[in-house]
């Protein structure tokens, strides 16, 4: 028997456009993967960025150059996937589809969700919040609406009206804010200005002030700001941890990114040792790899999983929401399944 691993594109597409402080799109390119062994098939997921220099293309060359025949019958993801990293270096959205897909076969294979796996406690979860891309004030007023149910809002800023989208939203809800600002904070005066301003919003923290290459600016900024921040794009994996422990609050920690679980897990530990704290955080993608991450939830003091929640053609159904909470399900692997 032969491990088989297969793609397919799928375009995800948003119910309105997701602008943030560097890009609009109204629908996201996506690459989902099967790993297919002894009549059991695992599911995984690619939503790639081209912040990070993947695009569908590259993520299906980088499968091109994958090949498990070497690994004969044995499906050990530690072995697999130090193959798949050593294959080239980047492409962390491709290999976190394969590494998805792996995890999802295993957990099937030994009938256990994976939080079950690891031994996570799924009432220990934190509320989830819900994206507010930057938008007119129209439509900030209606996607308010819209997320009605969820607790907690997360609000992408980092451009020019900053401060009049935050006061359209004070108008309709005084619930929890999150500030993403994407980077788009480029002068470290303007961010602690905007910041002090924040403050006086119930505003719970700011994500990524200010752009990854500013790492001094960024210091700078946090032992000024009354606000805890949280690092993004300054980021990606747990060999990243220490060059930004005392520049920061947290990390948001993404399975594109990473890599993919096993990544993502060791970035738990690392972010422990370091002293920060822990999001669980996505890209626009589906309930697939939105249920992947979601595994992971019991350790994170933060909840940012709602690529889903934006898509209105998910091809999969996988975890549930409830008053802002997600709900692990007892199925095996990621349980999710796919949509007729
Ligand atoms: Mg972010």
């Not at 002068?187 to 910041?195: N, V």
Request: charged share 30%; aromatic share 8%.
């Amino acid at each position: 028997m032969i491990m088989n691993l297969r793609v397919a594109t799928y375009d995800l597409q948003l119910k309105h456009t997701f602008t943030i402080s560097r890009s609009a799109r109204k629908s996201v390119p996506v690459v989902f993967c099967e790993f297919e062994h002894d009549g059991i098939i695992g599911r995984g997921e690619s939503s790639p960025s081209s912040r990070y220099n993947e695009s569908v293309q590259t993520v299906l060359k980088f499968f091109e150059k994958i090949n498990l025949k070497r690994f004969g019958n044995e499906v050990d993801i530690p072995r697999i996937m130090d193959y798949i990293n050593q294959v080239d270096s980047g492409n962390s959205a491709a290999k976190a589809a394969i590494d998805i897909s792996i995890h999802d076969w295993i957990g099937k294979k030994e009938g256990v969700p994976l939080w079950k796996k690891w031994n996570l406690d799924k009432s220990k979860i934190p509320i989830t919040s819900f994206t507010i891309g930057i938008d007119s004030p129209d439509l900030i007023s209606q996607k308010v609406k819209e997320a009605e149910e969820y607790p907690i809002l997360k609000v992408k800023l980092g451009v020019a009206d900053d401060l009049e989208i935050i006061k359209i939203i004070r108008k309709h809800t005084s619930k929890l804010i999150r500030v993403d600002a994407n980077e788009g904070w480029k002068i470290k005066e303007e961010a602690l200005e905007k910041i002090m301003w924040l403050v006086k919003q119930n505003i719970e923290l700011i994500e990524q002030p200010m752009p990854a290459t500013q790492l001094d600016d960024i210091k700078w900024l946090h032992e000024r700001a009354g606000l805890p921040l949280i690092a993004d794009e300054s980021v990606s994996n747990s060999a990243d941890i220490k060059d930004i422990a005392g520049y920061f609050d947290g990390i948001n920690i993404k399975l594109m990114k990473a890599g993919g679980l096993r990544e993502a897990y060791k970035m738990i530990e690392e972010a422990k040792k370091n002293n920060l704290k822990i999001m669980l955080g996505c890209m626009i993608e589906s309930s697939l790899a939105i249920s992947a991450a979601a595994q992971l939830l019991p350790f994170a003091d933060y909840a940012d999983l709602d690529g889903n929640l934006l898509i209105s053609n998910d091809p999969f159904d996988g975890v549930k929401y409830q008053d802002g909470y997600i709900k692990l399900s007892d199925e095996p692997g990621l349980g999710v399944t796919k949509r007729l």
